[in-house]
């Protein structure tokens, strides 16, 4: 279970720069968030501390209520965004324009996080931290661009992104042949490097999608 956010730790998060997601605390508290993946510290001097995607939608939420003594056995909600892979059992709990509302602001979170981290400040490409969670990465430039995820049934159609062997690259599955080829515009156009295959034993059409370095 994820621990909850403690009251300093909310306080932290709620204090951040509105602009560019600038934290201050002492090197434990941020080290904290970090280990929590709501900052990062930036790679170049002064190596100042920023929010991540996660970090901006949970300062964007509302405050968790005070939790009642008598459901401490309640999981607590941890506020941390997570695109939609497609071929969740149970999707998110959000209403459509709540959903929309939430992915709009983690791209537009990520987006900074580019700014923040790209050496030259481009938002064109990916940043170290898609790099390193390729399957989220472009599964959110998917949804934020309106595309719809798979549903729990194979049948249903959607977008389904998965790992693949190869190193930064993601698989990206849709049956409708249409709509394959306008999730690799919306990932050619978020900075990714995208082909189309056909796999071998299942003839079945996919994108290979690896985000561009330059």
Do not use: K
Request: some cysteine; hydrophobic content about 35%; proline content about 11%.
């Amino acid at each position: 279970m994820t621990r909850p956010l403690t009251a300093a730790q909310r306080r932290l998060i709620d204090a951040a720069d509105p602009g560019t997601g600038r934290l201050r605390g002492t090197p434990a508290q941020l080290a904290a968030l970090v280990g929590r993946g709501l900052a990062f510290r930036h790679p170049r001097p002064p190596h100042d501390h920023f929010l991540t995607p996660a970090g901006h939608r949970i300062r964007e939420a509302e405050p968790e209520p005070e939790p009642d003594p008598a459901e401490t056995e309640r999981p607590a909600a941890t506020g941390v965004f997570a695109a939609r892979v497609g071929g969740e059992a149970t999707p998110p709990g959000a209403g459509p324009a709540a959903r929309l509302r939430e992915v709009r602001g983690a791209w537009q979170g990520m987006l900074e996080l580019r700014r923040m981290t790209n050496s030259d400040g481009a938002t064109d490409r990916p940043c170290g931290w898609e790099r390193s969670h390729l399957v989220q990465a472009a599964a959110l430039a998917l949804e934020a661009a309106g595309h719809r995820p798979a549903g729990a049934d194979p049948g249903d159609g959607g977008y389904r992104v998965r790992e693949t062997p190869q190193p930064e690259a993601v698989a990206v599955y849709e049956p409708d042949g249409e709509a394959l080829r306008a999730c690799a515009v919306t990932l050619e156009g978020a900075g990714w490097q995208v082909g189309e295959y056909t796999e071998p034993r299942t003839r079945a059409r996919y994108l290979l999608a690896s985000p561009r370095r330059a």
